[in-house]
Nanobody, 127 residues
């Protein structure tokens, strides 16, 4: 069983930065596709960034390329999302998720492919 706990959300003005963290437990020595999703009110959950914890492969949604960076600290079992140049449209609840390694190479970002989810952390960007 994998437990995921997000932190680091908050309110920031447009152009600002935030770093989200996702502390993971229960999966020591296993490889997963770790991802960040977000969901704004009235919208579907969308994938933002993902990383294969074994090889470090990363990919990003077009909407965040060049602004967001996903990374991991294997020693701390923690996933990060550095978000720069934030825009009001980045406002959403951000979720950390873990799935099987092959999910990282999927052409789609499909929430049902992920086995474990955190409770989310709110990010609000004001103009």
């Amino acid at each position: 069983q994998v437990q995921l706990v997000e932190s680091g959300g908050g309110s920031v003005q447009a152009g600002g930065s935030l770093r989200l963290s996702c502390a993971a437990s229960g999966y020591t020595y296993k490889i997963y596709c770790m991802s960040w999703f977000r969901q704004a009110p009235g919208k579907e959950r969308e994938g933002v960034a993902r990383i294969n914890t074994g090889g470090g492969y990363t990919s990003y949604a077009d909407s965040v390329k060049g602004r967001f960076t996903i990374s991991q600290d294997n020693a701390k079992h923690t996933l990060y999302l550095q978000m720069n140049s934030l825009k009001p449209e980045d406002t959403a609840m951000y979720y950390c998720a873990a799935g099987q390694p092959y999910v990282c190479y999927s052409g789609s970002w499909s929430p049902p492919e992920y086995n474990y989810w955190g409770q989310g952390t709110q990010v609000t960007v004001s103009s």
